[in-house]
């Protein structure tokens, strides 16, 4: 019996992708190469349903004999492994995104003796139409609250983007960059106590409690599906931080990053060393401790924040308290620096590895911003946080836009640096 190569993702089974199967199995044994989360996540949004659930799916369609793993985009390595005597693929790769992958493929099966089968793709349902869909299902807490931890374990590099309105999260929510490597993407939000405050002119002191920053988050959560990190400052006291970490959980948040400081809270990148007080590493441990007890989701996520380095201490000491935080429970850990070399943060990578291979490792680099994501990758991070950009970008163009109409005592002058209305009003979904 021949077999008939089919890759797919089936996140959705439509008609499209069954023609597809009901036609291959007319010439052949079905072998469903079905992409695994990190095949899908270098070029697509992580599919909704898990690898295993839509194995299931795929292995109960009649027309399929066997569903193996596809772990790459490229079908090329499966097509090397199983050496199928066809493959077969609907004629919409001929352009965009696929088109690469159709080039090999024909290479491929042409050096195996093999053969490709193209069919016209069933009209309304390509991948376009597909995450069209997608976004206009929307998402649950729980759905959204999961994903934060199954793009860690797909992905070499989570990037995460600051978000202070609906606006900026919607931003965060569809842009798209078509690179070498594949598509890239924000895949997920900060929620951050700067710009937080910031935006309701407020300094970034812990003053604005926990509900008013929720009531804020919901216009994001309203209208985005993307997961979220809650930016914890330094949690308060353990029996507030238990009250913190439900209510985050309640509302689809994936994690809260909490810093080990005490005292009045100043920013990390505007205090002096000084003004930066540290709290007793078994204090912190108690916090974390009291907070993991009081989840109710396996999946949520509390991240240790460390600010040895930011209070002028040594990695030694980040090191030190890593690691009594990490024993106490904490599902991952951030160091933060604001030294412009990059240095010290690399060390701490370095060192913070050879312990744990596997647990997250988060960093924020706003002054480091030299180096790429990829070095960043390379010296051991999961998760990048651009922690404040969207913010400080609005900021001057709102200034420029002001002044101009100061300047001119009129606003035509201004127009250059807005959008135009008609824009604005297409900008946001379901608006025309
Ligand atoms: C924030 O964004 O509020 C942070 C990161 O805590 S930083 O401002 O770099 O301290
Ligand atoms: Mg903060």
Same mark, same amino acid.
């Given at each position: 019996m021949k077999t008939v190569y089919v890759g797919m993702t089936a996140d959705i089974i439509h008609p499209g992708i069954i023609n597809i199967i009901r036609e291959a199995s007319r010439h052949g044994e079905v072998l469903a190469g079905l992409l695994t989360d990190s095949a899908i996540a270098a070029y697509k949004r *992580? &599919?909704? *349903?898990a690898y295993e659930q839509r194995k299931q799916v795929v292995e109960s *369609?009649?027309?399929?004999g066997r569903v193996v793993p596809q772990e790459e985009w490229s079908y090329v390595p499966n097509l090397k492994k199983y050496r199928p005597d066809f493959i077969i693929h609907g !004629? !919409?790769?001929?352009?965009?995104?696929l088109a690469r992958e159709r080039e090999d493929v024909f290479r491929v099966m042409a050096e195996l003796g093999g053969q490709v089968i193209e069919i016209p793709y069933t009209p309304g349902i390509n991948s376009t139409a597909f995450n069209e869909s997608v976004t206009s299902i929307g998402t649950t807490p729980d759905l959204r609250l999961k994903t934060l931890r199954r793009l860690i374990e797909a992905k070499p590099l989570v990037r995460i983007m600051e978000a202070h309105s609906g606006l900026s999260g919607l931003i965060i929510e569809s842009l798209e960059c078509l690179k070498d490597d594949g598509v890239h993407r924000f895949d997920g939000m900060w929620s951050s106590s700067l710009t937080d405050s910031a935006s309701k002119g407020? &300094?970034?002191?812990?003053?604005?409690d926990i509900t008013t920053r929720l009531h804020d988050l919901t216009q994001i959560l309203e209208c985005t599906t993307k997961p979220i990190i809650y930016d914890g400052d330094t949690g308060g006291i353990p029996e507030h931080f238990v009250f913190t970490v439900r209510t985050l959980e309640r509302n689809g948040i994936s994690a809260v990053i909490i810093e080990d400081k005490t005292g009045l809270k100043k920013n990390s990148l505007f205090g002096t060393e000084v003004e930066q007080q540290l709290a007793p590493a078994e204090e912190f441990c108690e916090k974390i401790r009291a907070g993991k007890k009081a989840q109710? #989701?396996?999946?949520f996520m509390i991240i240790a924040r460390l600010e040895s380095l930011i209070a002028g201490k040594s990695v030694d000491n980040a090191m030190e308290r890593a690691l009594s935080y990490v024993r106490a429970g904490a599902d991952g850990v951030m160091i933060h620096s604001k030294e412009k070399s990059g240095e010290d943060i690399r060390e701490f990578c370095r060192r913070f590895r050879r312990e744990y291979a596997k647990i997250p490792l988060v960093l924020? &680099? #706003? #002054?480091?911003?030299?180096? #790429?994501e990829k070095e960043l990758a390379s010296w051991g991070a999961n998760i990048i946080i651009y922690a404040n950009h969207m913010l400080r970008a609005s900021y001057p163009a709102m200034v420029n836009a002001a002044r101009t109409i100061l300047e001119y005592g009129r606003s035509k002058e201004a127009d250059e640096f807005c959008m135009p209305i008609k824009e604005i009003l297409e900008l946001i979904p379901g608006a025309k």
């Amino acid at each position: 019996m021949k077999t008939v190569y089919v890759g797919m993702t089936a996140d959705i089974i439509h008609p499209g992708i069954i023609n597809i199967i009901r036609e291959a199995s007319r010439h052949g044994e079905v072998l469903a190469g079905l992409l695994t989360d990190s095949a899908i996540a270098a070029y697509k949004r *992580l &599919p909704y *349903l898990a690898y295993e659930q839509r194995k299931q799916v795929v292995e109960s *369609l009649r027309d399929v004999g066997r569903v193996v793993p596809q772990e790459e985009w490229s079908y090329v390595p499966n097509l090397k492994k199983y050496r199928p005597d066809f493959i077969i693929h609907g !004629d !919409d790769w001929k352009t965009g995104i696929l088109a690469r992958e159709r080039e090999d493929v024909f290479r491929v099966m042409a050096e195996l003796g093999g053969q490709v089968i193209e069919i016209p793709y069933t009209p309304g349902i390509n991948s376009t139409a597909f995450n069209e869909s997608v976004t206009s299902i929307g998402t649950t807490p729980d759905l959204r609250l999961k994903t934060l931890r199954r793009l860690i374990e797909a992905k070499p590099l989570v990037r995460i983007m600051e978000a202070h309105s609906g606006l900026s999260g919607l931003i965060i929510e569809s842009l798209e960059c078509l690179k070498d490597d594949g598509v890239h993407r924000f895949d997920g939000m900060w929620s951050s106590s700067l710009t937080d405050s910031a935006s309701k002119g407020k &300094p970034d002191i812990e003053a604005v409690d926990i509900t008013t920053r929720l009531h804020d988050l919901t216009q994001i959560l309203e209208c985005t599906t993307k997961p979220i990190i809650y930016d914890g400052d330094t949690g308060g006291i353990p029996e507030h931080f238990v009250f913190t970490v439900r209510t985050l959980e309640r509302n689809g948040i994936s994690a809260v990053i909490i810093e080990d400081k005490t005292g009045l809270k100043k920013n990390s990148l505007f205090g002096t060393e000084v003004e930066q007080q540290l709290a007793p590493a078994e204090e912190f441990c108690e916090k974390i401790r009291a907070g993991k007890k009081a989840q109710v #989701t396996r999946e949520f996520m509390i991240i240790a924040r460390l600010e040895s380095l930011i209070a002028g201490k040594s990695v030694d000491n980040a090191m030190e308290r890593a690691l009594s935080y990490v024993r106490a429970g904490a599902d991952g850990v951030m160091i933060h620096s604001k030294e412009k070399s990059g240095e010290d943060i690399r060390e701490f990578c370095r060192r913070f590895r050879r312990e744990y291979a596997k647990i997250p490792l988060v960093l924020v &680099p #706003t #002054t480091y911003n030299r180096f #790429t994501e990829k070095e960043l990758a390379s010296w051991g991070a999961n998760i990048i946080i651009y922690a404040n950009h969207m913010l400080r970008a609005s900021y001057p163009a709102m200034v420029n836009a002001a002044r101009t109409i100061l300047e001119y005592g009129r606003s035509k002058e201004a127009d250059e640096f807005c959008m135009p209305i008609k824009e604005i009003l297409e900008l946001i979904p379901g608006a025309k």
